[in-house]
């Protein structure tokens, strides 16, 4: 079955260390996205990436960093820079811009 | 730019309808709405196109007014199942930045 998988599920960082957070999907799909969710709030977008090899920061692209060398694959780095990165993260990925989202599970991020 | 939703939250019992909004100060050129239940990923409900028709999906129906730049989700005869937070979203700009509302808070009520 197509989807989009993140993993890991759960995640702790301890101060000064970067993580990184895995997001896979097999919809051939050409857009994908990340975004941070805070307790009761909406989603933030962080990163977008349009096609292989590109990709555009969101409003909230400080601390963190992504690559897209594969069109399957979109990893996000939560860098040391990110002082407050507890939160929940989702990636989405759309078979072109502007077209319905479709979402990971999430990955739930916390300080040690 | 984030599209502003209205209500923040709402408390119906089955059977009872209600409308959520959604409105922008920038030009609308497509609406999509998700559901979020608590905990996990959103889902994609619908999306509504500059110049489409009014869409539907079962009990629950969206329509998309361009003039002012506003769309509307309506759920009629509310059931358990429609709980969760409501958002809207839409994109902007040369690469199609995305952006949702800050969502309805929707708690349907046996």
């Known amino acids: 079955d197509g989807g989009i998988t993140q993993s890991p599920k759960y995640l702790f960082r301890k101060e000064g260390q970067n993580v990184t957070l895995s997001c896979e999907q097999n919809?051939?799909?050409?857009?994908m996205y990340w975004y941070r969710q805070d307790p009761g709030q909406g989603l933030r977008l962080i990163y977008y990436s349009q096609i292989v090899n590109d990709f555009q920061k969101g409003d909230i692209a400080e601390g963190y960093s992504v690559s897209r060398e594969k069109k399957e694959s979109f990893p996000l780095t939560v860098t040391s820079a990110q002082k407050n990165p507890t939160a929940f993260y989702l990636c989405?990925?759309?078979?072109?811009?502007?077209?319905?989202?479709?979402f990971g599970d999430g990955t739930r991020l916390s300080i040690l | 730019q984030q599209p502003v939703q209205s209500p923040q939250a709402v408390i119906l019992r089955e059977g009872e309808d209600a409308v959520i909004n959604c409105s922008s100060s920038?030009?609308?050129?497509?609406v999509h709405w998700y559901r979020q239940k608590h905990g996990e990923a959103p889902v994609f409900l619908m999306i509504?196109?500059?110049?489409?028709e009014q869409k539907g999906h079962e009990k629950i129906s969206a329509s998309f007014n361009e003039k002012k730049q506003q769309s509307s989700l309506y759920l009629t005869a509310s059931q358990l199942s429609y709980s969760g937070t409501y958002f809207c979203g839409t994109g902007w700009g040369n690469f199609n930045k995305f952006y949702f509302g800050s969502g309805t808070k929707l708690n349907v009520k046996p």
């Open positions: 509504l196109l500059k110049g489409g």
């Open positions: 919809l051939n799909h050409d857009a």
């Open positions: 920038k030009a609308l050129y497509s």
């Open positions: 989405a990925s759309s078979i072109q811009s502007n077209q319905p989202q479709h």
